[in-house]
């Protein structure tokens, strides 16, 4: 049976590979995609909370009906937020590689003062 852990479990293995893309690789592109992982690997953590109510002194509390529709609210909020950053961040890199043509984060300095 699967149970609460095993989706934690597999939300903190996916939340970890976007922190490694993010922090090790250079290409921006791969850098958007890694941001993406960690936002879907807290997706993951909320709907496996909502799905697996807390328990109360050993006894497992009522499904709050409310709650967990106010939690799914949320989860669609982070992705319309996550698609809303991928277009803009792929716009952006776009218009990066036309002017610049290369997608690597140490190459891309004009930000520095």
């Known amino acids: 049976m699967i149970s609460l852990h095993h989706f934690l479990l597999l939300s903190v293995f996916i939340f970890s590979l976007g922190v ?3 922090l090790l690789r250079r290409n921006i592109l ?4 890694s941001i993406e992982l960690m936002l879907l690997a807290a997706n993951i953590a909320i709907v496996a909370f909502l799905r ?4 109360i002194h050993g006894a497992a509390a009522e499904p709050d009906f409310i709650a967990a529709g106010n939690g799914m609210v949320f989860v ?10 991928v277009g803009a961040g792929l716009a952006v890199l776009l ?5 610049r043509g290369t997608v690597n984060a140490e190459s891309l300095n004009l930000m520095k003062g």
């Open 52 to 55: 697996y109510p807390p328990q």
């Open 20 to 22: 490694l893309g993010v």
């Open 76 to 85: 669609f909020l982070v992705m319309t937020v996550s698609a809303a950053e």
């Open 95 to 99: 218009n990066l590689h036309r002017q």
């Open 30 to 33: 791969i850098i958007l995609m």
